[in-house]
Each structure stands twice: as structure tokens, then as C-alpha cells.
């Protein structure tokens, strides 16, 4: 029965990491690790200054990764997926224009 388990679940794996490996799941690969980096950018920024900061990188991993990770939903055709990311890409943008007039206004005040 164990050997059986084991078996199912490697037939699983393999199906879904080897047997439906294509560029869109490339693509929702690339679209992951970016979406996964601005959280690594982030706490890495927060352990710098001693405090929670969300730097400028934030804001540009979390759009690269959301607007890939939209096409990708898109093209899987999944209503939730592109639900969330259509309205997360929406804010990444927002917040992208508000960090790029702080910065403007930073440098205009040097």
C-alpha cells in the first residue's frame, strides 16, 4: 500500500513538473520567482533600516510578477487568478506612480 502511495504520488509529480511542461509554465515560473523577489527585496530592505520599509523594487517585482502572472491566469482561464491579479496590477501601478513623484520630489529638493 505505502509502495503504491509513493508511486501515485511520483506518477502526480511527474505529470504535472515533466509530462505538462511548456512555455506557459515557463512563463508562470519567471512570473513566480519575480512576484516572490519583491518579498525578498522588501525584507531584506525592512532588516537594513531596522524598521518595515517597501523600497522602490517592491513595487516594480510586484508588477512585473503580477502582470506576468495575469497573462498566465489568462491564458489558463482561471476567473479567480485574474480577478486578483487584475486588480493587484492596477495598485502596483498606482503605488509605482506615487514612489516615482517622491522620488521626483526628493531629487528636486536636493
Known amino acids: 500500500m505505502l509502495v503504491e502511495l509513493v508511486r501515485a504520488v511520483g506518477d502526480y ?13 515557463v512563463l508562470g515560473f519567471v512570473a513566480q520567482f519575480l512576484f516572490t523577489m519583491r518579498f525578498v527585496v522588501q525584507w531584506v530592505a525592512s532588516e ?19 502582470t506576468l502572472l495575469l497573462i ?15 486588480l493587484s496590477t492596477f495598485i502596483y501601478i498606482r ?4 514612489a516615482l513623484r517622491e522620488r521626483r520630489a526628493d531629487r528636486a529638493a536636493t
Open 72 to 86: 498566465y491566469a489568462l491564458y489558463r482561464r482561471d476567473p479567480v487568478f485574474i480577478a486578483g491579479q487584475a
Open 95 to 98: 503605488n509605482l506612480q506615487f
Open 48 to 66: 537594513r533600516a531596522g524598521r518595515s520599509v517597501l523600497p522602490f523594487a517592491f513595487w516594480t517585482f510586484s508588477l512585473g510578477g503580477g
Open 13 to 25: 509529480l511527474h505529470d504535472v513538473f515533466v509530462t505538462q511542461l511548456d512555455w506557459w509554465v
